[in-house]
């Protein structure tokens, strides 16, 4: 099967893969993945009661439960359906949980400018070829001086052994080959001067941290948490 490296391809063959893994999503996760209690403690540290918080990609709601028990009225929006039916059924959103296609140029979150006072986004945009649309629509959403906090992978490995070269994005060869997936690779520079451009300040950068070792691969993943500060454009 040929996966071609645009947005409407990639968002079918993630949406397939998310549907066949909701049943058991929360079960793996939290027994082998740990960026979930990272990214939603970094997050809790800037939450006050009342914040209105939004989890992009938000899936099951894993990263969305410990802000909701911090007094948080959290939102959540999410490219696939079976994964939000799991998080309703939580009960931890309420009615605050929305269908929404993140990826490509067309991204748009449904809510008004100014809205949100924190936006988390975890193991979601090594799905994501380009950061600039979904940064800028965080920016839209996102108030004065509100934080994002997200993660995403960075390159690593040897080109053509670790990853193909696709059209200059770095892309995991054994999830293309295997999985038929897209998984994109990036670094801190870029990812650093899109934030600047978007209006973003105050970015703090882990160093890459471990978070679980690879289902597919077997080898370990390590991810880089951010916390961004929305100062303007």
Known sequence: MEIKDDPES?????????????????????KNDMSHGILSAAAVKNIETGDKVLDIACGTGLVSEPLMRAGAEVFGV?????????FEKKGVAKDHLH????????VKLPYASDYFDCIVCNG???????????FAEAQRVLK?????????????????K?????????VSK????????????HNRPQTQA????????????????????????????????????????
């Open 162 to 170: 670790d990853y193909k070269i696709i059209e200059g994005r770095r």
């Open 194 to 233: 899109l934030l600047a451009m978007q209006g973003f300040s105050e970015v703090d950068l882990t160093k890459p941290t471990f978070v679980h070792n690879s289902p597919t691969t077997g080898r370990p993943v390590y991810y880089t948490f951010v916390d961004a500060r929305k100062t303007g454009l």
């Open 78 to 86: 999410d490219g696939e359906e079976a994964m939000l039916s799991k």
């Open 10 to 30: 990639q968002s079918k063959a993630i949406r397939c893969h998310f549907k066949e893994v909701a049943d058991t999503y929360d079960e793996l996760a939290t």
């Open 99 to 106: 269908m929404a296609d993140l990826m490509g140029n067309g």
């Open 144 to 160: 004065s001086g509100g934080r994002f906090h997200f993660s995403f992978e960075e390159e690593y490995g040897e080109d053509g």
């Open 174 to 185: 054994i999830m293309l080959e295997q999985r038929n997936r897209m998984v994109y690779f």
């Open 124 to 134: 979601f945009l090594y799905y994501v070829r380009d950061f600039g649309p979904l």
